[in-house]
């Protein structure tokens, strides 16, 4: 009996030390370790997205800076043919525009009655005139031609003309 009490002590000795845990200061050290690296991915993931916000408002700066200067109207309003119109767009402004929509009503306001009419995408230069054409796709036999001319910053210059039958 005393023998298997001797060997059952042994064992539990030997058992516990051959169980090895990590020191405090590795423990520490790893902990350190741990929470720096979150850290930095953190801090580098919201310095991306800062800068990306800041670009983006950079951008839209711009955009309304540039919106703000666009200066350009309709000069005159031709009716060729049957059912294409021509439209004389004036740059007055000191940037140059791009036309990028042409939208047509007849003897309505420009709205849900309105067409919009496939046109080429025409650059218009400061002090410059330019004729944009489009094709409304029916007879244009209206009292009154309402035009709607729309620059790519969404800039628009909306008149209306008598049409070619009074």
Wanted: glycine share 10%.
């Amino acid at each position: 009996m005393i023998y298997i009490e001797k060997m059952f002590v042994s064992i539990l000795v030997h058992g516990v030390a051959k169980e090895r845990g990590v020191s405090e200061i590795v423990s520490q050290i790893l902990m350190i370790l741990l929470v720096v690296s979150i850290g930095t991915i953190i801090l580098t993931y919201s310095m991306g997205y800062f800068s990306g916000l800041a670009g983006a408002s950079d951008l839209m700066t711009k955009m309304n800076s540039d919106t703000l200067k666009e200066r350009f109207l309709i000069v005159n309003v031709n009716v060729t043919g049957v059912d294409g119109i021509g439209v004389a767009v004036y740059n007055y402004g000191q940037q140059s525009i791009t036309i990028d929509g042409l939208y047509v009503a007849m003897d309505d306001p420009i709205g849900s009655t309105s067409k919009s009419l496939n046109i080429a995408r025409t650059t218009i230069q400061p002090g410059e005139f330019k004729t944009i054409y489009g094709n409304y796709g029916e007879a244009i036999n209206a009292k009154t031609i309402r035009v709607r001319v729309v620059s790519t910053l969404g800039n628009y210059y909306e008149n209306v003309y008598a049409g070619p039958v009074g």
